[in-house]
């Protein structure tokens, strides 16, 4: 993976981030089969999921869109989710190949290392959500939100991403290992996932899921895509938007204090 160089006192903060954006853009069209198979998942889940429980769309707790609109939204939220809970372990290999030491002993700002890797997975995100939306759309999915509804989805899948990226940021700076992100993101990203309403309305789970499920950020991103798409936001919209606003920024703040102290360790 190719490096960074900023002459010393000649770059800003935005040039900074934009050098360090386009070195993992680079990587990423080097390596493009990692996105695009990222995306076998949510088709897999959308067309089987779809299929197995369609069924239920004739509850009338999935309204007169039937399941497969109820569910790509979720799914939209789950591929983000999923996406972003990898994320550190561009930073796992820089430290061993010695790429992190390099950007530690130039003069470029450490939020600007934070926040160029992190455009570059959430314009990831943002492609991948298109896919899924499309997806969605083929298997039979209408969105009455029509395209507002869509870009506020996206919009809340950016925050979703924001959040997990930077987290897994964090734990990968302050592990340094990849055994320890991949087990501490498959033990969050699941429970996440199902203790959410991302394939099922929260009447139709038991009491201890609906209280739990209430306060997971996951609900929020979900509520506000499926609002969005369909043109009808909930009713707890503007806490939930404003939660995952909160957790975007406190969850940036950690990586790069994470790194910071990565720094300052070495």
Do not use: K
């Amino acid at each position: 993976m190719s490096t960074v160089v900023v002459s010393a006192g000649s770059a800003g903060w935005f040039a900074q981030t934009g050098q360090v954006l386009r070195r993992w853009l680079i990587s990423t069209f080097r390596q493009v089969w990692g996105p695009v198979m990222s995306l076998v998942q949510p088709i897999i889940w959308i067309v089987l999921f779809g299929q197995v429980f369609h069924s239920l769309g004739a509850l009338p707790q999935f309204g007169s869109a039937g399941y497969i609109a109820y569910l790509v939204p979720g799914i939209l939220m789950m591929t983000v989710l999923y996406s972003g809970a990898w994320a550190g372990t561009g930073y796992i290999d820089d430290i061993g190949s010695g790429v992190m030491d390099q950007y530690l002993t130039s003069p470029i700002s450490r939020s600007a290392i934070i926040t160029g890797q992190l455009v570059q997975q959430l314009i990831i995100n943002f492609a991948q959500s298109l896919v899924v939306l499309g997806i969605g759309a083929l298997a039979g999915a209408r969105f009455a939100g029509g395209v507002g509804g869509m870009l506020l989805t996206l919009g809340v899948a950016t925050l979703l991403a924001t959040i997990f990226c930077c987290c897994s940021t964090a734990v990968a700076l302050i592990s340094r290992s990849q055994i320890a992100l991949i087990s501490l993101s498959q033990l969050i990203v699941l429970p996440a996932t199902f203790l959410s309403t991302t394939m099922m309305p929260a009447a139709l789970m038991p009491d201890w899921v609906q209280a739990v499920l209430r306060w997971n950020p996951m609900t929020w991103a979900v509520e506000l895509g499926r609002g969005g798409l369909a043109g009808s936001l909930p009713d707890a919209g503007w806490w939930q938007a404003g939660g995952l606003v909160l957790l975007a920024a406190l969850a940036f703040w950690w990586a790069v204090r994470s790194l910071r102290s990565y720094q300052r360790s070495i």
